[in-house]
């Protein structure tokens, strides 16, 4: 399996302030992708980080809310810009290894609350 | 029309007692993969299990098997031997073909188990 790590776990933020959320993924990883889960709700693919150059945002996302970065390959960062209440979830990274069965393995996920 | 459907938001089981989570899918891809996530409170999401749209048997993973109904369109997760550890989310995802960007999660089903 995939070795997957994000920081920070968990942040109480202020509206109006931006956070940068950290991922460092294993080199068997390839593609690497962003979710967000909101409170009791299931996954929604946010954008798909690509290395050297813009992510591939999913529709509803744009990338002056989520600027996102994948300067080489094991390394991705997700800012949620601007934050309001709403933005309050759990911010998932993932990636894919192109292995075995395909499973996308997920890093522990960072629980943002705005207050 | 939804891509996986769980229908059971909750559920309970009692310790060393068998359970199963129930999970449909739609598509008309003859390639697909199923796959079954844990999430405890912490918030990481924990792989459990595969199945793929061709193989000839139903998958297992220690106390973890797959009932693959293609028919039916239905891979619900049998748990045995329930422990109180397993209590938490269980999410039910599908990749449909080489859609590796493109996985979709079901509403998820809370699983308590009670000792």
């Known amino acids: 399996s995939a070795v997957i790590s994000q920081k920070p776990s968990r942040d109480i933020c202020q509206r109006g302030t931006s956070l940068t959320i950290q991922c460092q993924v ?13 409170p009791g709700q299931s996954l929604t693919l946010i954008a798909t980080a690509n290395q050297g150059s813009e992510a591939t945002y ?23 810009s601007n934050m309001s209440p709403e933005d309050s979830s759990i911010y998932l ?23 | 029309a939804q891509k996986i459907t769980q229908t059971q938001p909750g559920m309970f089981v009692q310790e060393k007692e068998a359970v199963t989570l129930d999970c449909t899918y739609d598509t008309s891809d003859p390639s697909y993969g199923l796959f079954w996530y844990k999430q405890p409170s912490s918030g990481e999401m924990i792989f459990l299990i595969y199945q793929g ?19 039916r369109k239905s891979a619900n997760l049998v748990i045995s031997a329930s422990q109180l550890g397993d209590s938490a989310m269980y999410f039910c995802a599908m990749r449909e073909g080489d859609n590796f960007n ?7 089903t809370k699983l308590n188990v009670k000792p």
């Open chain 1, 26 to 38: 294993d080199s068997q990883v390839t593609m690497m992708f962003w979710y967000r889960q909101q």
């Open chain 1, 58 to 80: 999913e529709s509803g996302f744009v990338i002056d809310k989520f600027p996102i970065s994948r300067p080489n390959l094991t390394f991705s960062t997700l800012t949620v």
């Open chain 1, 93 to 115: 990274c993932s990636g894919l290894t192109g292995l075995n069965t395909g499973e996308l393995f997920f890093g522990e996920g960072s629980r943002l609350t705005v207050l």
């Open chain 2, 53 to 71: 749209s061709y193989d000839q048997q139903n998958a297992t993973e220690g106390r973890y098997s797959l009932n693959f109904q293609k028919a």
């Open chain 2, 102 to 108: 493109k996985f979709y999660f079901g509403s998820g």
